[in-house]
């Protein structure tokens, strides 16, 4: 909450969060999202160091926030942890409810990653219910992630259900900056349990919005998807002709997991 108090000079505002350290987390997670996930990690982590500097213990749990916002970007669980851990000693010190379910959340998702699927997802989903009534770009990012994690683990019709309900969301809220996202997993999982005409209608509809939007990086996992249900289809032309290009405008993060599959596509597309 912004707070103004009347000065001799005028009115101030007293914000919760140092501005330097909000402006950099959304700098981070907009590289990110251009496809600049190396300057997303840089942008994080000065977050960070200028929060610690400032001994604000609300900035630090913001700057410690983005910072695993990121990782979780980039598919990194072991930072991601780190991260989370370090917004929930803070929010639990402080007692910053609210940072200390998103830190709940990215910890959940952490551990899933990390090999503990039923932990990890019991722990974001508890995480989630306590911020659940935000409607945000965090929410929206929040909502894809817990799908492609029910996803990734076999729980298809689940990812579908999260995945169409945050769209939903979208149009009433008009926070669009993960919109690709969603409909991406929410084609894969359409795939898996209704047919292969409306999982390749829904990817191509995430690769339109992707394209749309401009994001490098979601563009990329778009084409991935689309590229792969392509080639499974015995279209292996049209897969490398549609992978080929974006991945070719990335200058950075080459070994980050999104990087990595894209050229192990485009290799097998190639053979």
């Known amino acids: 909450m912004v707070a103004r108090e009347q000065t001799p000079t005028g009115v101030r505002l007293r914000l919760p969060s140092d501005p330097s350290v909000v402006a950099q987390g959304y700098l981070a997670m907009t590289a990110w999202i251009c496809g600049q996930p190396d300057q997303a990690r840089e942008r994080a982590s000065a977050a960070v160091a200028f929060a610690r500097a400032r001994a604000h213990p609300f900035s630090l749990s913001a700057a410690w926030l983005f910072a ?58 508890r995480g989630y ?14 909502r894809a992630c817990l799908a492609a994690t029910y996803l990734k683990e076999g729980r298809a019709a689940d990812a579908l259900a999260v995945a169409d309900e945050e769209c939903a969301v979208l149009e009433e809220t008009g926070a669009r900056a993960f919109e690709a996202e969603l409909h991406r997993i929410a084609g894969e999982a359409l795939g898996l349990c209704e047919g292969q005409a409306a999982a390749e209608a829904r990817l191509r509809h995430a690769h339109e919005v992707a394209r ?4 490098l990086a979601l563009k990329l996992r778009a084409a991935v998807s689309l590229a792969r249900f392509w080639m499974d289809s015995g279209d292996a032309t049209g897969a490398h002709d549609l992978l080929a290009p974006i991945h070719a405008r990335f200058e950075e993060g080459f070994d980050t997991p999104d990087l990595v599959e894209a ?8 053979g």
């Open 68 to 125: 695993a916002w990121v990782a979780q970007l980039r598919r990194e669980p072991g930072a991601a942890r780190e991260a989370a851990e370090a917004v929930i000693a803070v929010a639990t010190e402080q007692g910053f409810p609210e940072w200390l379910a998103w830190g709940e959340f990215l910890r959940g998702w952490a551990r899933a990653g990390d090999g503990d699927p039923g932990e990890g997802i019991a722990e974001m989903e």
């Open 129 to 142: 219910a306590a911020v659940g009534g935000t409607r945000s770009n965090f929410n929206s990012s929040a």
């Open 212 to 215: 749309r939007r401009g994001g």
């Open 263 to 270: 050229r192990a596509l485009l290799n097998a597309l190639a």
